[in-house]
């Protein structure tokens, strides 16, 4: 009887490897896990975000009891990782469509980290705004 | 290696060995094995000697020794890399972890199945000959022709193990096959207009997430990331040509 061949790990534990894990990898495949990290984390949160507009449907109150959680350390927080995850997915993703169709594929690595440095610092201006102005 | 050029000091390194044989180790499980490492010590020598000296029942697959044949691609430490140049020592780790490659069916111990990743050349139809390997001479298998080769392509399969996109979609083209593909473009053997919609398909080129890893693997240095994102270009204009009713 012939055997089929088999693969050694089950298909979930592949695409976690393959995907998420950065143990032996390089540049490329920790942008490229950070996309669909943070791509996900952008769709919770248009989810959740729709969810706490839909309390306006409730009343004054029920958005009153948001704005007072939103005023929270926590949840300040929360706004610098959103923001954080939305400029890494941004600036990434010009990388992406740059290097999709042939332009600087050669300088990926360089492009990477460039707009990394480009990310940090529009994070850094924009946590300050949100400390001293918001 | 020393100043001498002999080898230096031994130290017990720790293999663990991914094992598998249908009906006997099944389901697969690790072994581990501990050997003294020169530092001269490739993972081959080290998978050698753990046969001769430890269990001769491990399967591995080997051939030139000097990373010209690509036969010995393995996963070192979650890496994949061709065994016969990868020093142990240098790894830096007291455990060294070792794999077959991804993505392809396992066989038994560290072979596996290489017949998908040659499926991924065909499309291409390339014939490019690596001349100063190539003897007219040499004797061939009966019902083989001719040799045909990718250029610096050695067809180790490190691309597609370390490619995400393969991992998840069987029916990918590949790193290696689309690479191929811009070659045969690039040379002209193949009719353009053949070509390109090869590429121009759900498991084409437009599969690629760029996540870059076969061109980081790639013992060869073929750089498979970069002549797919090359055949984007050629292909982008292809389409943008094909929409004004130009000539491909």
Redesign the interface.
């Known amino acids: 009887m012939t ?7 089950s298909l979930w534990r ?2 976690l ?3 998420f ?1 950065p ?7 920790v ?2 896990a950070l996309n669909r990290i943070t791509g996900i984390g952008l769709v919770i949160y248009l989810i959740l975000h729709l969810i706490v507009l839909s309390s306006l449907t409730g009343g004054e109150a029920g958005w009153e009891s948001f704005l007072q959680l939103a005023r929270s350390p926590l949840f300040f927080l929360f706004d610098v990782a959103l923001f954080g995850a939305l400029l890494y997915h941004a600036l990434n993703g010009i990388r ?1 469509t740059l ?5 600087g ?2 300088q ?1 690595k360089t492009l990477f980290y460039a707009l990394m440095l480009v990310g940090v610092l529009l994070l850094v201006y924009a946590v300050w705004l949100m400390a001293t102005v918001a | 290696m020393s100043d001498n050029g002999r080898p230096g000091p031994k130290r017990p390194v720790t293999f663990k060995i991914l094992r598998y044989k249908p009906g006997l180790i099944d389901p697969p499980r690790y072994d581990t094995f501990v050997v003294d490492a020169d530092p001269r010590m490739t993972v081959l020598d080290a998978l050698e000697e753990i046969r001769t000296t430890q269990d001769s029942t491990l399967l591995y697959r080997h051939s030139c020794h000097h990373a010209s044949c690509g036969t010995c691609a393995m996963k070192v430490n979650g890496r994949e890399v061709l065994s016969c140049v990868t020093n142990v020592l240098e790894l830096g780790t007291p455990v060294v972890t070792v794999e077959p490659l991804g993505v392809l069916p396992l066989i038994a111990d560290l072979t596996v199945d290489m017949t998908a990743f040659a499926e991924h050349f065909e499309p291409s139809g390339l014939k490019l000959l690596r001349k100063s390997e190539f003897n007219p001479q040499a004797e061939r298998p009966e019902g083989i022709e001719s040799y045909t080769r990718f250029e610096n392509c050695i067809e180790c399969g490190a691309c597609i193990s370390a490619c995400p996109v393969t991992n998840t979609d069987p029916d990918f083209m590949g790193p290696a096959g689309l690479a191929a593909l811009y070659r045969a473009l690039v040379k002209g053997d193949e009719l353009p207009e053949k070509l390109y919609p090869l590429a121009d398909c759900e498991h084409g080129a437009w599969r690629c997430h760029t996540g870059w890893e076969c061109t980081a693997v790639c013992p060869s240095d073929v750089d498979p990331a970069g002549l797919l994102m090359a055949l984007r270009r050629k292909l982008l204009g292809y389409k943008i040509r094909r929409l004004f009713g130009l000539k491909a």
């Not at chain 1, 055997?3 to 790990?9: D, N």
């Not at chain 1, 143990?23 to 495949?29: E, F, H, I, M």
């Not at chain 1, 290097?99 to 332009?103: F, K, M, N």
Request: no cysteine.
């Open positions: 055997r089929k061949p088999i693969q050694h790990e592949r695409i490897r393959a995907w894990d143990r032996g990898r390089d540049t490329g495949l942008a490229f992406v290097i999709g169709v042939g332009i594929a050669r990926q």
